[in-house]
């Protein structure tokens, strides 16, 4: 570790003066940007509050039944402080991680043997391909017929939606490795399990982290489906309630809270994938 | 520069190459042609052999074949006597393009060699230090190869192939894709490394100068399928210089082989 922590060292020193001075100009255009981008947002939210103020009804949509972003906020408020929400949240986020980390281990370990071996591609591919097409919440009647407890076929609804973008984005970024690096490899005395090690995954490392972070957003969606129709607890089980209940403004806080989870975890996996290979960056900057 | 690391007694001797009534074949199975027809060739232990030859001439194959990479049809190779089947790390190969992994830092490219061998990190992260200083990258170590210029590059290619200690060098045009300036400071570093090193060096080149400046002996092939057109010895004194280049015998020379070229391609 020591060692590392030496090899990171010299790097600091490379930083070019200049660097100061265009960094204050920068400072100005992006908290301009960022002002823009959070004005808009407001001016949006003021829409929607001026819509659902006036009742307003074209026929084909309406908005007298849409709770007010006021409204939002105090349920919002109000279930913050309610012992139902890390019950509903503990729910669905233990579901989504076992579903995830299954279709992870599963895509990525499958991934990389298709990618390398044209015998698996040919065997294993396409059953799974003859399978892909159909949607994961596709899947929900008959995995309530399999499984029988619904949390199991909630996970399974999930596990299958993260699935298909892990593994077609490891199989692809397996083949897409340039062939003369694994030459290289051979050439300097690389072995078949250390090929894997040192330069299939490395390899494969930014196109397996693309497909885990889609993995992700399809695995909230697919599990909010399934908890809808098929959950006790849980936020999509929490926001279809709300529905049936008639607390229209907690359908809205369910919905943020789905579109929250989401992106958080996406951009979880996408901080750990840029954090993992801290070289793919670099090839663009230097161009 | 600091060159005990391979000058140390664990270096093996250069080998020598043989080829024996050898054959190579490419292409797709439908559409096979012989890149190298019946070609015989000894090269002796240490000595720098350069290969000229039209471009697209199997100059590449008959490097890929030495390394391993590509099997004979006919005939076979000989390292040492040894008839070779598959790549080994004692034969180094050196493409135009650098075949860097961009996910390891330079000093952990240059070592990896040392790690499928099995030998610990600060051991072999030292002696990749120590090749970088012998290749001019000295504190370039912990760059990655993204950050690093083309000659850069191919001298972080030649410290990686080095530290395996080859018996013989493999070089397929590897400064080919570098400015005039850049590339002959490689060529004198190449000079350099390989008066320290006992290594066989067989490079392949298209460029006549390159090759005079260079070799000890230059093979001069034919067009598709190859076979050796001429055997020429390299006579002219070392070190050579931007001087030699332009001496009375080394231009005579370069006449021939650009006559001999001529009728090749």
């Known amino acids: 570790m020591a060692v590392t922590l030496d090899l990171a060292k010299p790097r600091t020193h490379e930083v070019p003066k200049r660097a100061s001075t265009a960094r204050s100009g920068q400072n100005a255009t992006i908290l301009r940007r960022r002002s823009l981008q959070i004005a808009s947002i407001a001016l949006c939210i003021g829409v929607w509050q001026l819509l659902v103020h006036a009742r307003l ?36 986020l233990w579901r989504v991680l076992s579903g995830f980390c299954a279709a992870a281990v599963t895509g ?54 993260a699935l298909f973008p892990i593994l077609l984005n490891t199989v692809h970024g397996v083949e897409a490795i340039d062939p003369r690096l694994v030459a290289t490899a051979r050439g300097l005395g690389t072995g078949p399990l250390a090929l894997y090690a040192d330069v299939i995954l490395p390899g494969a490392a930014p196109a397996i982290f693309t497909g885990l972070s889609i993995g992700m957003g399809t695995a909230w969606f697919c599990l909010i489906t399934a908890e809808m129709i098929a959950g ?9 309630e709300s529905y049936t209940l008639q607390n229209y403004a907690d359908i809205v806080v369910g919905m943020a809270l789905i579109g929250m989870l989401g992106m958080g975890s996406s951009l979880l996996i996408k901080r750990i994938g840029l954090a993992l290979t801290p070289w793919y960056r670099l090839r663009g900057e230097k161009r | 520069m600091n060159a005990d690391v391979i000058e140390a007694g664990a270096q093996p001797r250069a080998a020598t190459v043989g080829l024996r009534a050898l054959t190579v074949d490419v292409g797709p199975p439908h559409a096979r042609v012989s890149a190298l027809r019946d070609v015989d060739l000894d090269v002796p232990a240490g000595q720098f052999l350069c290969v000229l030859g039209p471009s697209g001439c199997g100059k590449s194959t008959l490097l890929a074949a030495i390394a391993g990479h590509v099997a004979a049809a ?17 034969r180094g190969l050196v493409f135009q393009q650098h075949t860097l992994f961009p996910w390891k830092r330079v000093v952990d490219n240059v070592a990896f060699g040392l790690k499928m061998k099995g030998i610990d990190v600060a051991a072999r992260r030292a002696q990749a230090s120590e090749l970088l200083e ?45 400015d005039a300036q850049t590339r002959r400071n490689m060529q004198t570093l190449l000079l350099d490394i390989w008066s320290k090193v006992q290594t066989t060096v067989v490079f ?13 002996r230059i093979v001069m092939l034919s067009r598709q399928p ?39 391609a």
Not at chain 2, 74 to 90: A, K, N, S
């Open chain 2, 204 to 216: 392949v080149t298209h460029d006549i100068d390159e090759a005079l400046f260079l070799g000890e």
């Open chain 2, 74 to 90: 006919h005939g076979q190779i000989e390292v040492d006597g040894l008839r070779v089947d598959r790549p080994h790390p004692e």
């Open chain 2, 226 to 264: 190859a076979r050796i057109l001429a055997d020429l010895e390299v006579p002219f004194a070392r070190p050579r210089t931007d001087e030699s280049t332009l001496d009375p015998a080394f231009i005579a020379m370069k006449r021939q082989c650009l006559a001999l070229l001529r009728d090749a």
């Open chain 1, 57 to 92: 009804s074209l026929g084909i949509i309406t908005f007298a039944n849409v709770p007010a972003p006021v409204d939002v906020a105090h349920a919002l408020w109000g279930l913050l402080h309610s012992p139902k929400l890390p019950m509903h949240l503990a729910a669905s």
């Open chain 1, 108 to 161: 990525v370990a499958l991934g990389l043997a298709i990618g390398r071996h044209r015998l698996l591609e040919d065997t294993i591919l396409p059953p799974l391909e003859a399978l892909r097409p159909i949607p994961a919440v596709a899947w929900i009647p008959l995995a309530i017929l399999m499984f029988p407890s619904s949390e199991l076929s909630m996970v399974f609804i999930t596990f299958i939606g």
């Open chain 1, 232 to 240: 006790q607890y849980g936020i999509g089980y929490f926001t279809w």
């Open chain 2, 134 to 178: 012998l290749v001019g990258l000295r504190g370039y170590g912990s760059h990655y190869p993204a950050h690093l210029s083309g000659g850069m590059l191919q001298r972080v290619e030649i410290a990686r192939v080095l530290i395996n200690r080859p018996r013989v060098l493999l070089m397929d045009e590897p400064f080919a894709a570098l």
